[in-house]
């Protein structure tokens, strides 16, 4: 078991990481001192599948527990299901001391985040991702919202979880795709600042499809490092470090948009994203074609897709005016330069952005 602390002042909170250890979850939340009643919102084969072994975690440490299921879909991350959580939320709420537990992927977990700060201005959330992205990416570093019909995630704050606690035997449920969306998050991580990591990736991708435990635990640490590291670094964004997280995103949140969250799930469209991004970094003349292409075998070998399908340009070049990192008329890339060497280039001409999505389709 590893644990790694998001040093962030009064805000800071460990990630815990092992080989099932779901059943330790109420040991850890009771030294939080955090409420007596756990609200954990989940989806059906969740509740389902580890349901009874979250409920018996939590009650042997004497905490009370309501679960809240919803669909398991992009579909659940909107205004109005953050409004029907909040009513069941506080009809929960009286006479207690409640916390939120986030028992799913990258939806629960920004649903829950986004409810547990906006009711009461704040009340404590617990995060424990169960998909291989929200594991190395979404469970950590405060990010929470909702998406609206023009964009994913346009309403939201940062609000960080009091504890982290990843279980990747949970992992194994998931299916190839799943898996596949998490390791492009993971590619995301090496070629923003670790070029070790990315080789790893290059070496061992086929166990980590496979589910094969050293290989899950391995990349699980140290994706949550270098999640860590950033997000202490920078929490709200305001500094340019964070930014950096953001490769890959401009465009993929385009696709996933235009696609209406149906045709591409969250790392196949930031797999895409970030194949447009290093076109656009080569044609800039930032990247050579050597290193792209190095990039492209992996996220092909890794079985993500490689070509954007049935949706049009021109519908991809709209939502991406969405994008958050927009100033006015200026958008703002996260490109790069080498693997693991990046540059934040604010202005890219539309044309170099419209030829290199036109490479993906």
Do not use: W
């Not at 250890?21 to 509740?47: E, H, M, Q, R």
């Amino acid at each position: 078991m590893k644990i790694i602390k998001v040093n962030l002042g009064k805000r800071a909170y460990n990630i815990i990481i092992g080989n099932n250890i779901l059943s330790l979850l109420g040991k850890y939340v009771s030294k939080l001192d955090i409420g007596y009643d756990a609200y954990v919102l989940t989806n059906p084969f969740l509740k389902n599948k580890y349901g009874e072994v979250l409920n018996k975690a939590l009650r042997q440490s004497s905490f009370d527990v309501r679960f809240k299921v919803i669909p398991d879909t992009e579909k659940s991350k909107s205004m109005e299901m953050t409004s029907l959580i909040i009513k069941d939320l506080a009809d929960y709420d009286k006479k207690k001391r409640i916390f939120v537990v986030a028992f799913g992927g990258g939806v629960v977990g920004d649903l829950a985040g986004f409810v547990a700060a906006i009711y009461k201005r704040g009340i404590p959330y617990v995060q424990v991702p169960t998909t291989l992205l929200a594991q190395v990416d979404s469970g950590i570093g405060g990010k929470t919202g909702v998406d609206l019909i023009q964009g994913k995630n346009l309403v939201g704050a940062f609000y960080q979880p009091r504890l982290v606690l990843s279980d990747v035997r949970i992992l194994k449920t998931l299916n190839k795709k799943q898996i596949q969306s998490g390791i492009a998050e993971i590619i995301k991580y090496g070629l923003i600042k670790n070029a070790r990591l990315f080789a790893y990736l290059e070496r061992n991708y086929r166990d980590i499809l496979k589910l094969k435990t050293p290989a899950l635990e391995f990349i699980v640490v140290r994706s949550s490092y270098i999640k860590a590291e950033t997000v202490q670094q920078d929490e709200r964004e305001e500094k340019g470090i964070r930014t950096i997280l953001n490769f890959g995103h401009t465009i993929g949140h385009a696709i996933e948009a235009a696609g209406k969250y149906k045709k591409y799930n969250h790392g196949e469209a930031i797999a895409l994203g970030m194949l447009a991004a290093c076109d656009i970094s080569e044609r800039i003349k930032l990247l050579n074609n050597r290193t792209n292409q190095r990039i492209r075998n992996l996220i092909k070998s890794a079985g993500l897709p490689t070509k954007i399908e049935n949706i049009s340009l021109s519908e991809i070049i709209k939502a991406h005016y969405h994008d958050k990192k927009f100033m006015g008329a200026k958008n703002k890339f996260v490109l790069i330069r080498d693997i693991a060497k990046v540059a934040i280039i604010e202005n890219i001409p539309l044309k170099i952005i419209k030829d290199a999505l036109q490479e993906r389709i």
